[in-house]
């Protein structure tokens, strides 16, 4: 499809917290619209996000209804004592569903304010959601221990090569802000030679019984699913899961019958 974009100019002024500046140049924000639906890019052509203009809640993009399959892993949907963390603005989608689909506190960290003036002006970004511009390693480093039941990464630059932040220590630090019981889903190119290597480093980090990745979609995304002490659902209570998720989202884009197809437990590469 064609895809007619323009410059996201800011109208309000965001300033970043005190020495915590990104020294590092941002790529501009550019908004395009096609058939309905808004998209949101980073100096390339490259899809960052995308909200359907008259259903803002519904979730567009495949990959990112693939990342809320962390709500198979969740023994109830009950905001009640949690909370819920996005690394990673994009277009919002996710954080408009569990700031006001699961009603969940919500924090974002997104390191681009271009991003977030973008997010208020074009993406119905939620009031309601707690904004962080700054570095989301350095959000997790600051960050209460064992705090949050939801956490979904996506972190790609305006290449949208690979990820920008891959470490193991990286995903430790995710684990470590995790409850027990709390899910962390990864967007990943699954068609990348970097795949096998960052779902090790997250096996690694969470433990590879706590780890189960999703079939590619046709763009590539893989989205990984790990879990701090996770009880292991059997297929059945899944299927329930499944179910009940559908029937309360499905009209919001969670075809969550579908990803059980999909769900693949991790098995480590042996290199021969």
Same mark, same amino acid.
């Given at each position: ?42 100096? /390339? ?107 979904h990464v996506d972190l790609y630059d305006h290449e949208a090569a690979?990820?920008?932040?891959? /470490? ?34 997250? !096996?690694?980090?969470?433990? /590879? ?37 559908? !029937? ?25």
């Amino acid at each position: 499809m064609t895809l007619q974009a323009r410059l996201y100019r800011p109208r309000v002024k965001v300033t970043p917290s005190p020495d915590k500046s990104d020294p590092r140049e941002l790529p501009p924000v550019t908004v395009s619209e096609y058939d309905g639906v808004r998209y949101l890019h980073l100096g /390339s052509v490259w899809v960052q996000g995308a909200m359907r203009i008259n259903k803002p809640q519904k979730v567009e993009l495949d990959y990112v209804q693939r990342m809320l399959a962390s709500l198979l892993w969740l023994p109830t949907l009950d905001a009640e004592g949690r909370a819920a963390v996005q690394l990673g603005l994009g277009a919002g989608a996710i954080t408009r569903f569990t700031a006001q689909q699961l009603g969940l506190p919500t924090t974002v960290v997104e390191i681009n304010p271009d991003v977030v003036r973008a997010g208020q002006m074009w993406f119905a970004l939620p009031e309601q959601a707690e904004v962080v511009i700054g570095d989301a390693a350095d959000w997790l480093a600051q960050a209460t221990p064992r705090s949050v039941c939801l956490l979904h990464v996506d972190l790609y630059d305006h290449e949208a090569a690979a990820p920008v932040l891959d /470490s193991q220590d990286f995903y430790a630090a995710c684990r470590e802000v995790l409850q027990d019981g709390g899910v962390m889903s990864v967007n990943l190119f699954g068609r990348d030679a970097s795949f096998v290597t960052s779902v090790a480093r997250i !096996a690694a980090a969470y433990g /590879s019984d706590q780890v189960w990745s999703l079939q590619p979609t046709r763009e590539g995304n893989t989205v990984v699913v790990a879990g701090r002490q996770v009880a292991v659902p059997d297929r059945e209570v899944l299927s329930a899961r499944a179910q009940a998720i559908e !029937a309360r989202f499905g009209t919001l884009g969670l075809p969550a019958r579908k990803w059980l197809r999909m769900v693949r437990p991790y098995r480590p590469v042996v290199l021969v």
